[in-house]
């Protein structure tokens, strides 16, 4: 598809700060943060070129909104260090963030977004070398635009990280911000005394239990980035096979699709004793409505509450099962791990877990899951991803994406609405080389490659 063999020339760099000056203090990450791993997440939005503007004065406009929106969302601009007990916290101290220009001498609609690790990973989304957030602007050779972002996890999750874009496209439109956020870590206090269920212990370990890391993968365990979308109709699809005859009720798209993607991934594992391995499924929660559950006051607490709030609970199964079984059973399977962990007090267990072991630090179980036992994914829905509302007064973006090779051993899929067609979906996938390459063979009709045709970027020029 080519695409992919293209410079980007950065031409600036600077730091943009917060207008308006910060008084300059400790903010402690809540228990929930300290469960992330040290890893940044990248998100991109390319947009076609506007009729009536500069490269030079969107430069302009995304500097100026990013200096405004930083006063609300000071984390953004501080950085994160290690206290007298080892543990992260962020010093709000309005270092700024690390802002660059840049020249990609290609055309939006050559861009191979179909594989990531070609045309964005390294080039059009930033490596994060200071502080909780980087961005890079980037002009393309039809005048075109890629906005990035790379920010520090333990800081932000992708609810978090959506406000902010959000509004940051509503500050470079001089409109009132429709969400303030909210740090108010004592909303995720740990309970005196503390409880929790011994099934988190399954499902998170501290650092010192994990094995020592494996060597660097290569050949087919190696994991690799695409961009695929699927069409509402397979989706429906999907969601029908998915649904036994006895449920009283639909099983999700979310589920579906993972109980689809399970089946895959554990088809394509080929070791000798593969059958009897087993494939594990982890699902990204986002607790901010299971903490409220029917409390008016702190749901709409937890609707701004800026950080971390997620769990990721997951399934097992044996290798043999996922192929044998119908999609129905598998997406049962997955329905019945999420039933417990979409619960207030699992949430208010796991702060308590994490505050029983610090400060050793914690991680899930399922991020260090690798092929050594039997492949392991996440998905986290990106539904909710408001691609369309980052619009900085030049339109909407012809795509947004997040970007996440996020280090673990386990592969990563997220899906997010697509821009051009109500109910497709633009899925992200982190998955090792055998995997994608089964996916590929086997379910070409279902994941087909992100492409310049699908999301109408010939006329970008």
Known sequence: ?????????????????????????????????????????????????????????????LKEALAQALVSYYPFAGEVLS???????????????????????????????????????????????????SVQVTELKCGGVVVACTFDHKIADAYSANMFLVSWAEMAQSKPLLVLPSFRRSLLNARRPGSYDPSLDGMYVPMSALPPPKAPQSGDDLLINRLYYVTAEQLSLLQSL?????????????????????????????????????CRIGTVVDGRKRLSSGDEVKAAMMASYFGNVLSIPFGKKTINELKEKPLSWVADAIHEYLEGA????????????????????????????????????VVSSGQRFPASRVDFGWGMP??????????????????????????????????????????????????????????NLSNSD
């Open 242 to 278: 998915a649904t036994s005859k006895s449920s009283p009720c639909k099983r999700t798209k979310l589920e579906s699709l993972s109980a689809f993607l399970w089946k895959m991934v554990a088809k394509s594992a080929v070791t000798e004793d593969a059958n009897q391995k087993i």
């Open 1 to 61: 598809m080519g695409g992919g063999d293209f410079t980007v020339t950065v031409s600036r760099k600077e730091v943009v700060a917060a207008v308006l000056p910060v008084q300059e203090y400790w903010l402690p990450l809540s228990n929930l943060d300290l469960l992330l791993p040290p890893v940044d997440v990248g998100v991109f939005f390319c947009y076609k070129k506007p009729h009536d503007l500069t490269f030079g004065s969107m430069i302009g406009v």
């Open 342 to 377: 979409v619960t207030k007090e699992h949430f208010l267990g796991l702060i308590d877990w994490v505050e029983a072991h610090r400060p050793e630090p914690a991680l899930a179980k399922i991020y260090s899951s690798g092929s050594r036992d039997g492949p392991a994914f």
């Open 398 to 455: 012809a795509l947004g994406s997040y970007h996440f090779p996020w280090g673990g051993e386990a592969g990563y899929v997220m899906p997010m609405p697509s821009p051009v067609r109500d109910g497709d979906w633009v899925v992200y996938m982190h998955l090792s080389v055998g995997q994608i390459e089964w996916i590929e063979t086997e379910a070409a009709h279902i994941f087909r490659p992100l492409s310049s045709e699908y999301l």
């Open 83 to 133: 206290n007298s007990a080892g543990e992260p916290e962020l010093l709000c101290n309005n270092r700024g963030v690390d802002f660059m220009e840049a020249y990609a001498d290609v055309q939006l609609q050559n861009l191979n977004l179909y594989n990531p690790d070609e045309s964005i990973e390294s080039k059009l989304v930033p490596k994060k070398k200071h502080g909780v957030l």
